[in-house]
Every structure is written in C-alpha cells, then in structure tokens.
C-alpha cells in the first residue's frame, strides 16, 4: 500500500532541506519525484517514489575522513 508522506516527512527520509525540495521541485530537469496535491494547501509524495530516489543516489560517507581528523586532532 502506498502512504502519501508530507514534507516533513520527506525531509526526515531523505535528509535534504526544505528549500532544496521547493527548488528541485520547480526545476523540471531534477529527478525529484514530483508531488501531488491532496487539497489547497497541501501537497505530498508517495513514499515508494521518495524511498525509489534514495536509492537511486550514491551512497556518500564522510565517516573516514571525520575518524582521521578525531585520530589527528585538526578539525
């Protein structure tokens, strides 16, 4: 079953601001899965379109540098 999510809940998933959502949302060359209007005033996402965005990006990690600057000291 798919659950329509709000943007909260969009921010919480995929961990990118509100205003980048609004902007990838008007750029019609970004990927950004596209909303839905549910009444005036609100809109939301299929949570399978958002959880299919995630994983189609690149998993990055910054673990091993920030572990290196605890290790040196030098932030």
Known sequence: MVRIIDINEVIRRTGVC???IW???KDKSSDF???RRLSKGRIGWPDVRIDQWILSKPVRSSR????RRLITGRW
Do not use: E, V
């Not at 091993?64 to 572990?67: A, D, I, L, N, T």
């Open 33 to 35: 899965p596209p909303c």
């Open 23 to 25: 902007r990838n949302r």
């Open 64 to 67: 091993g540098r920030r572990r």
């Open 18 to 20: 509100r205003s980048t």
